[in-house]
Every structure is written in C-alpha cells, then in structure tokens.
DNA sequence: ACCTGAACACCGTTCAAGT
DNA sequence: ACCTGAACACCGTTCAAGT
C-alpha cells in the first residue's frame, strides 16, 4: 500500500502538471527499449512494454519508428555508440586489432540480448558508421591488401558479435554466463561424453575433458588468435626464396 | 491437375481408411515442421500451424514436444543428418577441414531459416554427435594439440552458422540470396559510402569498393582460410634447425 | 491413456476516431 | 498534427473435459 497524505482538495492542486509524463521521441522510446531489454532481455523488449513503461499506447509509437525492426537498428546503434576504438598505432596492429573485437564482444554481451538481433545487419547508422571508419585506420596499418582489409572488418565483427550471441544464450539459459554458474551442466555434459560407447564415439569419448572444458575466454580467445595470426601472414610478405608451405 | 482415375462407386471404396490421417508421431511432427520451415522460413513455423497440417490442435503436440524450443531442436538434428562426413585422409586434412565447413553452411542454408536458431545450441542428439565424432577425426589427423583440435570443432561450425545466419537474413530481406537480386540495393551502399564527406571518414569512402564487393562466397572462403591457415600453423611445428614442412 | 476445444496471457500493426 | 482505443490476426502454453 502506498502512504497517502492528507486529502489535498482539488482546488489547491497544482494546475494539473503540463503533463506527468515527458513528451515522446525517438531518443527516449530508444533508450527505454535499451532499459527494458538490459533489466528483462528479448522478452521483455515489446513495442507493447515499451509503449507501456512511457505511459502510452504501443500505436503511439509508430509515429517514430516505422516498425519493431527499426526500433532494433536504433537500439543497436546506441551499443554500438559505446564503442570506442583508439588512434592506429601501426607497429601493433595486430594487438589493437583483437583489443576491438574483444570490446565488441564484451559491450553486446553486457547488453544481454542484444547480440541476438545484431547479426546480420550492415550497421550504416550513425555511430556504426564512425566505428567502422575508425576499425578500418587500425586495419589499414597493417599493410594488407585493401580487399583484405575490408573482408577483415566483416569478419572480425561477425566473429565477436557470434560469441556475443553465445553468450546471451547462456545467460538466458542459467541466469548469467558466469561459468560457475553452470559448471554443473557442463559436468553434466562431460560425463554423457564420457559415459558413450567407446566404440562408436572414440574421439568424443577421448576428448571428453577437453570439449568441455569451461575456463572463461579461452576458446574465444583461441578463434581471435587464429584471425589475427592469419591477417598477420597475409600481411607479411614470406621470406624471399622460401616458400610458404602447402598443398 | 492431378490425373483422376474412372470415378470408383463409394461401394467400391476401401472400408473407410482406418484415419484420413496418419497416427502423430514424433518423427511426423519434426518432418512437418522442417517442410514447413522450408517453405515459409520461421513465421511459418508456429505450433499451431504445424498442428494444422497435421489436422489436428496446438495442444496435441505437446505430448511429443516439450515446447516449441525442444521442437526445434528436432528439427536441426534432423537437418543435421544430412551432413556427411567422409573418413580421414590424414595427408589432405586441412582441405577436408574446409570442405567439411562449407557443407555446414551449405546445409543450413540450404533449409532457409535453420541457422537462426542453430547457434549456440549444444547439439547432443544423435545425428549432431555421430557428425562431431567424424569432424574431431579429421581434426585429429592434423596432429594438433587435443585442446585445439576441441577449439576448432566448436569454432569451426560457430563460422559456418554465422555464415549461414546472415545468408537466411539476406535470402529474407531479398526472396533469395542470389546476388543478382540484391545487387541494387548493394550498389546503392556503395554509393552511399562514397558519399560520405571524405574529411570525417576517409577510409570509408577510399574503400567503398572493396567494402561492397559483392562475389558470391569470397568473404566466407576468406576467413576459413584465415582459420584454417591458424590451425595449420599451430599443427607444424616452427622450423627449428632445418624442419621440412607439409609432406 | 490419449486427445483437444477453449481459454489465458500475450504479440505487431492498422485505422478510425478523437483532441 | 498528433495521439490513441479498439480491433485484427496472430502467438505458446495450459487444462478441464471429453472419448
């Protein structure tokens, strides 16, 4: 029960506040989509809900947005706002490089379920615009081919915002994606490995350890590594008079 | 049309078949739902629609299935199946490492939208087992560390589903993913980037060609062979003294 | 035991009607 | 011009009631 006051009669109210609730636009509607879908995730980010924590109707917010879609791009690029990527320092390159991709995945994860409906847009608004500008100075520092340099900032995004999506999924599933959290799964996990007929299922049986294994970064890590080691051998040209190995 | 018989006198019929339909079944569910996905993509995969094939109500389904994620699940072993893996040839294991990863992506983009839900599912059931256990073959020819080679089975498909992912998205936005039918709105991209006032984002604008290129499976062939090109060397030991590498 | 109609608590989007 | 109540055409899931 909320505490009332004294019974104020009607003629000393206040004359009825402009309005108790500030006027709509697309800044706010964004930033309280982005609230709603941080505190509840996906399920909790409807055009209903948000319409509903502004005080309105969900039709009032199409005045603003032409669809749930485009409320998505825009609550998207607000993330992507938070991204920060530092002036090229050509002689490590390669390290700024996979410092950006780990930002990129530490800000989706940290806005839950944003990761989810991130993939698969070419961001061209405005914060992803200048994101990607300043991405593609550090890239180009590397001295690889133009073409490479533009695969690159595709794929590297792709790579964060894919182990982004993972991790939402994780904390969707057990409450958070701290691996203490669901250590006992995956222990669980491990022994139906373990516990498969070794004659049929010898590599997994084998490996069971290892394909369970759960220690924070690593296997992301262990995929950054491989892109990284891979732009930097394009980037460098091979020895003079040897010749790369292969097929 | 389909060609009609002599018309049969109803005393001629058969008893009245024991149901117009057949029994529901498990099976019979998860063969709706994937024809049903694979005509329609995801909106027309509700329960209630593929109860409706099946000419019956929502609730029925819900003694095969759990609820609609279990369902899914079905589904993508089901596609899965159709991943086949061939035996190791320990010499080319790195080529079989590729090929295995553009069937993935083949596979899943071949049934619409599979993809956007196939990430981050720890597939355990026994079709995506029996193909786990014939990828860690291959990879553990390559003569990596166990660790690695559990990596790379989990990263490996992850690139192959992101792939896929944006493929069912584009296939969405445009009917297909022919690039032929969304080659305008790729050329208006590019004009767009080049638009750009060049001051404020220089590499945007002295890229835009190669940011919007736009041939078929080139990005994708470009980081598996970054991925692939890691892997191998991590399995060739660095030419201490005078070590010959590959064959 | 198995199946299901109807209900519950939601969706995104549209549109006529209000101010 | 801006806003919105109510409606439309859907969802996934539950459950009491039927056979």
Redesign the pocket.
């Known amino acids: 029960m909320p505490q009332l006051g004294p019974p104020i009669p009607p003629w000393q109210r206040a004359p009825r506040a402009p309005r108790s609730r500030p006027?709509?636009s697309l800044e706010l509607i964004v930033s309280t989509a982005l609230r709603l879908l941080d505190e509840g995730g996906m399920?909790?980010?409807?055009?209903?809900?948000?319409?509903?924590a502004?005080?309105?109707?969900?039709?009032?917010?199409?005045?603003?947005?032409?669809?749930?879609?485009?409320?998505l791009e825009h609550v998207l690029d607000r993330v992507i706002g938070e991204f920060e990527v530092p002036d090229p320092e050509p002689e490590r390159w390669a390290e700024q490089v996979k410092d950006g991709v780990r930002a990129m995945r530490r800000i989706l994860a940290s806005h839950r379920d944003v990761a989810r409906f991130a993939m698969a847009r070419i961001p061209t608004r405005g914060n992803a615009l200048h994101s990607i500008e300043r991405f593609l100075a550090i890239l180009r520092t590397s001295g690889l081919p133009d073409q490479a340099v533009a695969y690159a900032a595709d794929i590297l995004p792709l790579y964060a915002t894919a182990n982004a999506y993972e991790d939402a999924l994780w904390a969707e599933r057990f409450g958070s994606m701290q691996p203490e959290d669901y250590e006992p799964f995956i222990a669980q996990l491990r022994d139906y490995f373990k516990g498969l007929p070794a004659d049929r299922f010898p590599n997994i049986t084998a490996l069971a350890d290892v394909l369970t294994r759960n220690e924070g970064d690593e296997r992301f890590e262990f995929g950054l590594d491989l892109l990284v080691r891979g732009l930097q051998s394009l980037a460098t040209p091979p020895p003079a008079g040897a010749r790369p190995p292969g097929p």
Request: charged share 25%; net charge negative.
């Open positions: 006027a709509l399920d909790a980010l409807s055009m209903r809900k948000v319409a509903d502004l005080g309105t109707g969900a039709a009032s917010l199409y005045a603003y947005v032409a669809n749930k879609e485009e409320l």
